[in-house]
């Protein structure tokens, strides 16, 4: 299996990147800084995903390497939790640069490798702060709604080439990114769930895992809220 994972560095990314390397696959990485990820199976590039030119130059090494791409997973992203009257323009660009271009940018490249695999996966990170709609990150919330409809559509698009298209919203789990949220917003999230808790990291990889098995052939479009 060939797997293409951007924000691998740290978190949610390093997690998925390492599983599948558990799970003997060959995995592609990328983040804007260098990674500590030192794998016989693992090639990192250092690239922010909203760089059109870098986008392409990385899919272009796993062509030449593999011919193929079997899954991405689209992780890069930024969040914020700021009042919308605290929310400089500049942010919510640089949301919307990251969280959308950069997975639209991303996915599109891959999908002319992934046109090649008999089970072609996208599994994009999204998160709960949509459908909560959490004051203090409409701009976040925004970019994340964006980024879901985009997958949406473009399942519908991608579908007769043989290409699912699925997205995971996680609530918070114990990641660098979580820890920048203050806590009192962590506490909103967290109060308004079913099931008391933060996420795990094995919580995420689960709904990964779903979506990319041979199995789930038939389903697509779909967004799985944790």
């Known amino acids: 299996m060939i797997v293409a994972v951007t924000g691998s560095r740290r978190g949610i990314g390093r997690a998925v990147a ?10 592609h990485g990328c983040s804007r800084e260098p990674s500590d990820l030192v794998h016989e199976r693992y090639v990192h590039a250092c690239l922010d995903v909203g760089d059109e030119r ?52 991303c996915s599109r ?9 008999e089970h072609g996966r996208i599994v994009t990170l ?26 949406q559509t473009m399942s519908k698009e991608l579908a007769p080439l043989g290409i699912t298209v699925n997205t995971v919203g996680p609530t918070p789990i114990p990641t660098a990114l979580a820890r920048s949220v203050p806590k009192e917003a962590l506490d909103l999230v967290i ?16 709904a990964v895992d779903f979506f990319v098995r041979p199995g789930s052939d038939f389903i697509t479009g779909q967004t799985l809220y944790l």
Not at 109 to 117: G, M, Q
């Open 191 to 206: 109060e308004q769930q079913t099931i008391k808790r933060m996420g795990t990291m094995d919580d995420v990889l689960n």
């Open 126 to 151: 999204s998160s709960i702060a949509v459908p909560l709609r959490l004051p203090g990150a409409a701009a976040y919330a925004a970019s994340k709604a964006a980024l879901e409809h985009l997958m």
């Open 54 to 105: 870098a986008v392409k130059d990385f899919f272009r090494v796993i062509r030449k390497q593999h011919e193929r791409l079997d899954v991405l997973v689209n992780n890069a992203g930024l969040a914020t939790m700021n009042h919308v009257l605290m929310t400089p323009r500049e942010t919510l660009a640089r949301l919307l640069d990251v969280n959308v271009v950069g997975a639209f940018l």
């Open 109 to 117: 490249e891959a999908v002319k490798l992934l046109k090649k695999s």
């Open 18 to 27: 390492e599983h599948f390397l558990a799970a003997g696959a060959w995995v």
